[in-house]
Nanobody
Framework: VQLQASGGGLVQPGGSLRLSCAAS????????MGWYRQAPGKQRGLVAT???????NYADSVKGRFTISRDNAKSTLYLQMTSLKPEDAAVYYC????????WGQGTQVTVSS
């Protein structure tokens, strides 16, 4: 499985951004896809996950502001982020779990006025 993340950038506090993660390879073997983030000096942490059956899970810090979704026809995972806060700034990574965990390259999200 190969993952290609995109969509990061600079946004003002309160703004919105949509991240995309295009998957290729053995897509049918993916059980869970998700977004994680890592800020400078911090460990990588969960943002949101989406299972094959459609169940979602969100970190408490993003509930109500972020939405994870996918477009199966495009083999793409999305993360719609709204009401962004400075503390949301981080490198965002997409992941896919089959029998192992695959990671895409990160995409930088900067939240600053």
């Amino acid at each position: 499985v190969q993952l290609q993340a995109s969509g990061g950038g600079l946004v003002q506090p309160g703004g919105s951004l949509r991240l995309s993660c295009a998957a290729s390879g053995s897509i049918s073997s993916i059980n869970i896809m998700g977004w994680y983030r890592q800020a400078p000096g911090k460990q990588r942490g969960l943002v949101a996950t989406l299972t094959k059956s459609g169940s979602t899970n969100y970190a408490d810090s993003v509930k109500g502001r972020f939405t994870i979704s996918r477009d199966n026809a495009k083999s793409t995972l999305y993360l719609q982020m709204t009401s962004l806060k400075p503390e949301d700034a981080a490198v965002y990574y997409c992941s896919a779990i089959t029998l192992r965990n695959y990671w895409g390259q990160g995409t930088q999200v900067t939240v600053s006025s």
